[in-house]
């Protein structure tokens, strides 16, 4: 079992910046893939990044060059860094484990946190 608890969301203006992070507990094997979706209100959660253990990491297409994943393994964390900000960011940012082998997924998600951007 894994638990997952986000924090480092808030309020920002437009063109700000800030850091996400997820401590996972529990047990996190090394192949365990780390990461970030979003939902905004009314839209379906969708993938903003994901980092394999080795370092190895998947960007939404729209979010290459602003946001940044990171993973330290040996705390069981995983950090998005967001940076210049846009009102459609605006969103519940969502930790998630995602473990696989042969012909099976499970993910763990975190409680989500909310990220608010507005003048």
């Known amino acids: 079992q894994v638990q997952l608890v986000e924090s480092g969301g808030g309020l920002v203006q437009p063109g700000g910046s800030l850091r996400l992070s997820c401590a996972a507990s529990?047990?996190?094997?090394?192949?365990?893939?780390m990461g970030w979706y979003r939902q905004a209100p009314g839209k379906q959660r969708e993938l903003v990044a994901t980092?394999?253990?080795?370092?190895?990491?998947n960007y939404a297409d729209s979010l290459k060059g602003r946001f940044t994943i990171s993973r330290d393994n040996a705390k069981n964390t995983v950090y998005l860094q967001m940076n210049n900000l846009k009102p459609e960011d605006t969103a519940v940012y969502y930790c998630?484990?995602?473990?696989?082998?042969?012909?099976?997924?499970?993910?763990?998600w975190g409680q989500g946190t909310q990220v608010t951007v507005s003048s």
């Open positions: 529990g047990s996190i094997f090394s192949p365990d893939v």
């Open positions: 980092i394999t253990s080795g370092g190895s990491t």
């Open positions: 998630n484990v995602a473990r696989g082998g042969m012909g099976y997924r499970i993910d763990y």
